[in-house]
């Protein structure tokens, strides 16, 4: 078996269930690597067993089905500035880029969805703009759903001074409080157990990874807590919905700046019109 479709055929395991909405059994994985290679199906078998093995892989169970994801056990690059790694690995992050460790929980937000993936990718693009980052670095950030408090902590990695992260669940404030002291940063991150209704002040950077409802619910209240000149990092929603929210936040007093999309989901950074007293 040559090196190089070895490779093609682990890389396609990997990029197939990075990318799925759906989860993937070994078999259905399998049948989906033999049409897509043109491999044979012991092959593909074998190298499956390997990802599993080497620790790319691991099984999860649902519902008395299992199921493939890729393991959060190793190492991976989810923007041009961010790595994300297991808590017990040390990393020599660069100077330009960020590692976020995370011990593996229930919580939303370890890099396997797309829209985490999208959400860190518009943080590193907004915060990488010098306008855009001379203007928040000294502020405070919110995260509205912080799940594992992954996007609070890239934001905090990057240069803002301070975050706030809300959550409803206790098992996602605990694992975030958690992942917050792994990455050395519980004097400058708060997880609350607030509605956002209770939450007072403003904030230069705004992140939500939320479903189309919620963020249309928010839309009034993050205008209030936003300051002119910060910005708005909104995922969670499909491709086709993209123009209705945009509409929905430009009505409220933002502009759309740049959008993402991964495997038909979406991204999108505003940032707040107006001046200091808006």
């Not at 078996?1 to 890389?11: A, D, Q, T």
């Not at 691991?58 to 089905?65: E, V």
């Not at 708005?232 to 509409?247: A, N, T």
């Given at each position: 078996?040559?090196?190089?479709?070895?490779?093609?055929?682990?890389?396609s395991?990997?990029?197939?269930?990075?990318?799925?909405?759906?989860k993937?059994?070994?078999?259905?994985?399998?049948?989906?690597?033999?049409?897509?290679?043109?491999?044979?199906?012991?092959?593909?078998?074998?190298l499956?067993?390997?990802?599993?093995?080497?620790?790319?892989l691991?099984?999860?169970?649902?519902?008395?089905?299992s199921?493939?994801?890729?393991?959060?056990?190793?190492?991976?690059?989810?923007?041009?500035?961010?790595?994300?790694?297991?808590?017990?690995?040390?990393?020599?992050?660069?100077?330009?880029?960020?590692?976020?460790?995370?011990?593996?929980?229930?919580?939303?937000?370890?890099?396997?969805?797309?829209?985490?993936?999208?959400?860190?990718?518009?943080?590193?693009?907004?915060?990488?703009?010098?306008?855009?980052?001379?203007?928040?670095?000294?502020?405070?950030?919110?995260?509205?759903?912080?799940?594992?408090?992954?996007l609070?902590?890239?934001?905090?990695?990057?240069?803002?001074?301070?975050?706030?992260g809300?959550?409803?669940?206790?098992?996602?404030?605990?694992?975030?409080?958690?992942?917050?002291?792994?990455?050395?940063?519980?004097?400058?991150?708060?997880?609350?157990?607030?509605?956002?209704?209770?939450?007072?002040?403003?904030?230069?950077?705004?992140?939500?990874?939320?479903?189309?409802?919620?963020?249309?619910?928010?839309?009034?209240?993050?205008?209030?807590?936003?300051l002119?000149?910060?910005?708005?990092?909104?995922?969670?929603?499909?491709?086709?919905?993209?123009?209705?929210?945009?509409?929905?936040?430009?009505?409220?007093?933002?502009?759309?700046?740049?959008?993402?999309?991964?495997?038909?989901?979406?991204?999108?950074?505003?940032?707040?019109?107006?001046?200091?007293?808006?």
């Open positions: 078996m040559g090196r190089g479709l070895r490779e093609f055929i682990k890389e395991a990997l990029d197939l269930i990075f990318s799925s909405e759906e993937y059994t070994f078999n259905r994985l399998l049948k989906e690597l033999v049409i897509r290679t043109n491999a044979e199906p012991i092959m593909v078998r074998k499956l067993k390997e990802l599993v093995d080497e620790g790319d691991f099984y999860t169970y649902q519902y008395g089905c199921f493939l994801e890729r393991s959060i056990n190793k190492i991976f690059s989810v923007s041009e500035r961010v790595l994300l790694a297991p808590a017990g690995v040390s990393v020599a992050s660069g100077e330009k880029k960020i590692c976020v460790k995370l011990e593996r929980g229930a919580s939303f937000g370890t890099g396997q969805h797309p829209t985490t993936r999208l959400s860190l990718q518009a943080i590193d693009w907004f915060l990488d703009q010098k306008d855009f980052f001379d203007t928040v670095s000294k502020g405070i950030a919110l995260d509205i759903g912080t799940g594992s408090g992954v609070a902590i890239a934001a905090v990695k990057f240069g803002l001074h301070q975050a706030i809300l959550d409803i669940e206790s098992i996602s404030r605990k694992e975030a409080i958690e992942n917050i002291a792994i990455n050395g940063l519980s004097e400058r991150i708060q997880i609350l157990d607030k509605d956002i209704n209770e939450i007072t002040g403003r904030f230069s950077l705004i992140m939500a990874n939320l479903r189309l409802p919620t963020l249309k619910h928010l839309a009034a209240i993050i205008r209030k807590l936003a002119p000149g910060g910005g708005l990092v909104l995922s969670g929603v499909k491709e086709d919905e993209i123009y209705g929210l945009r509409m929905i936040y430009e009505e409220s007093g933002f502009q759309s700046l740049r959008q993402w999309i991964e495997n038909k989901w979406a991204c999108l950074v505003f940032i707040k019109n107006g001046i200091e007293g808006d």
